[in-house]
Every structure is written in structure tokens, then in C-alpha cells.
């Protein structure tokens, strides 16, 4: 059952950093930066640590030699003048958190697919194709959209945009 409550997203990173950074493989260095001065979002702390692992995973998996991991939440208002525009999402304050890597990238047919359920960019061996699914669920139960960019050799950023609270 799912316990929403006002979570400061700065404190949050802070307080679950170890976590976050044992959860990467030796060969990947993780990088976590928080600038929303104190903004809080109406969240299951549960759901969003699972949420952040899917992709902090999803991003190991995608450099298997090693590299680069970033998270960084910052604020995003959007309004009708917003170029970078999140679907069909209502105008308004935001929290953005995203996950961006130095993997292997995903094609643009991957990209699309990505958040289908059961689909999966790897061996059928290695995963069950649910974790990006099951984040894209998340946040859009509690009014947020996910957006992917990737290109092949390019590595991938992943942007969790979810209501702020106050």
C-alpha cells in the first residue's frame, strides 16, 4: 500500500546517498546533486528509492567497462512557453530528477520502446523488463511523465518530472 508523504528532495538525496552509491558497480563513479533550494514532492519514499535504483541499475548495465553516472534534481516550471514541453502534463511547478549515464546509448527504436513492459535492451538472460516500466508507472500515479533521451555510443539521460508540493 502505498504511504505518500512530503519529501524534501535535497534531504532525501543526502539521507540515501550511501545507499545510491553502493547500489553502482566498482567501475562506475556516481555523482548526486540536488538543486531544488528545499522543494518537496508527495511521494512514497519507498517507491521513489525503487524507482531511482531501476534506473541507477539500468544505467550500470549500460557500461560495462565503467563510466559516468549523474543524478541532479533541479526545479522545472512549465508553461504554455515551455520548449521542452513533458507530454500531456498540466502547467506548473515540477521536480526534475534525472539519471543521465556515459553507456552505450539505446537506438531510437529502443527509446520508444523502452517503458513497454517486458521489453528489455538486454539478454533475455539479464533482466525481466519491468524495472523501466514499473518507474514509468510510478511516476505518472502521482501526476509526473518520464522522458528518455539516448543515441547509440552516446549514453542516455532519464528525466522523472514530478509535481511539487508545499
Given amino acids: 500500500e502505498m504511504a505518500p508523504r512530503a519529501v524534501r528532495v535535497g534531504h532525501y538525496l543526502a539521507a540515501n546517498a550511501a545507499l545510491l552509491m553502493s547500489s553502482v558497480a566498482e ?14 514532492l508527495l511521494v512514497d519514499p519507498a517507491l521513489l528509492t525503487t524507482a531511482i535504483l531501476n534506473l541507477l541499475s539500468n544505467a550500470c548495465h549500460a557500461m560495462p567497462e565503467g563510466g559516468h553516472a549523474n543524478i541532479v534534481s533541479r526545479n522545472r516550471d512549465l508553461s504554455a512557453d515551455d520548449p521542452h514541453g513533458f507530454g500531456d502534463l498540466q502547467h506548473g511547478e515540477y521536480v526534475e530528477i534525472s539519471i543521465a549515464d556515459t553507456g552505450i546509448g539505446m537506438t ?26 514499473s518507474v514509468y508507472g510510478f511516476v505518472r500515479q502521482r501526476g509526473g511523465d518520464l522522458r528518455i533521451q539516448s ?16
Fill in 27 to 40: 567501475r562506475v563513479t556516481l555523482h548526486i546533486e540536488d538543486r531544488t533550494d528545499g522543494a518537496a
Fill in 108 to 133: 531510437r527504436n529502443q527509446v520508444q520502446r523502452a517503458m513497454e513492459p517486458f521489453f528489455s535492451t538486454r539478454d533475455n538472460q539479464m533482466g525481466t523488463g519491468l524495472g523501466l516500466s
Fill in 151 to 166: 543515441q547509440s555510443g552516446e549514453g542516455t539521460l532519464v528525466q522523472m518530472l514530478l509535481p511539487r508540493t508545499h
